[in-house]
């Protein structure tokens, strides 16, 4: 299952999550195919002013950021490098659609590679539902 994590200020958020859980959704949607919709989990977390801190202050814009978790074994396919940036470019897309243009530059997005073998789902390791242990 693909984990969509979107951070941003409260203030910022606030009103846009109906449009950013469409684009998020679809920016998976559009690189690994409509299979993989029904399968997408989006998170947004709104962070409250004061709690976003650059160089030691407290911001009161920032960029959002994505964070996507998906199995590690992407990373070793032939293709990894173009599937990377087209998620890259992708959750920038989507961000970019409920944010505006003028934070594109800034928008960090994250692709953290999951072992099954380190992640658990219902009580058990995942590696291990999938061998029907």
């Not at 449009?19 to 920016?27: D, G, K, M, Q």
């Not at 199995?71 to 890259?88: C, I, Q, S, T």
Request: charge should be negative.
């Amino acid at each position: 299952m693909p984990h969509v994590t979107l951070h941003a200020l409260e203030h910022e958020l606030a009103g846009r999550e109906p449009v950013l859980i469409t684009e998020l959704t679809n920016a998976v949607v559009s690189v690994y195919g409509d299979w993989a919709r029904s399968s997408v989990d989006v998170r947004l977390i709104g962070i409250p002013a004061g709690r976003w801190a650059r160089g030691g202050a407290a911001v009161t814009t920032a960029a959002p950021s994505v964070t996507f978790g998906l199995r590690e074994e992407v990373f070793a396919r032939e293709d990894a490098a173009g599937v990377v940036a087209k998620l890259v470019a992708a959750f920038t897309d989507a961000v970019t659609a409920a944010f505006g243009d003028d934070c594109r530059d800034e928008v960090l997005v994250e692709l953290v590679g999951q072992p099954t073998s380190r992640s658990g789902l219902g009580g058990q390791v995942i590696s291990d539902r999938k061998a029907g242990g």
